[in-house]
């Protein structure tokens, strides 16, 4: 069974740091790219960083660039958003995906952070 587990949300101060971590079961995790996404109450999920299979190529937001960092250990088939320097605008459900393809393209259920300012 396909299974994504987020951990790691809560409350933290505005120029606080959380770091969520994504525990993958059930399919070949160093296999797929991984990626971070967010949604905002009234708007759609947006992406908020990649990282490779290899975990040689990340990309992020311009939102998240520079504050963010995206990484993975596939040892232990987690992946971890590092986010330092937290702003009120950065509250938001987090959801960790694994893709491989349009047919294997998993989620996580979401996270909530929330950022007080």
């Known amino acids: 069974q396909v299974q994504l587990v987020e951990s790691g949300g809560g409350l933290v101060q505005a120029g606080g740091s959380l770091r969520l971590s994504c525990v993958a079961s059930?399919?070949?995790?160093?296999?797929?790219?991984i990626n971070w996404y967010r949604r905002i109450p009234g708007k759609e999920r947006k992406l908020v960083a990649s990282l490779t299979t290899g975990g040689h190529r990340s990309n992020y937001a311009d939102s998240v660039r520079g504050r963010f960092t995206i990484f993975r250990d596939n040892s232990k088939n987690t992946m971890y958003l590092q986010m330092n320097s937290l702003k009120p605008e950065d509250t938001a459900v987090y959801y960790c995906n694994a893709h491989y393809n349009k047919h294997l393209d998993f989620w996580g259920q979401g996270i909530q952070v929330t950022v007080s300012s």
């Open positions: 059930g399919f070949t995790f160093g296999r797929f790219a």
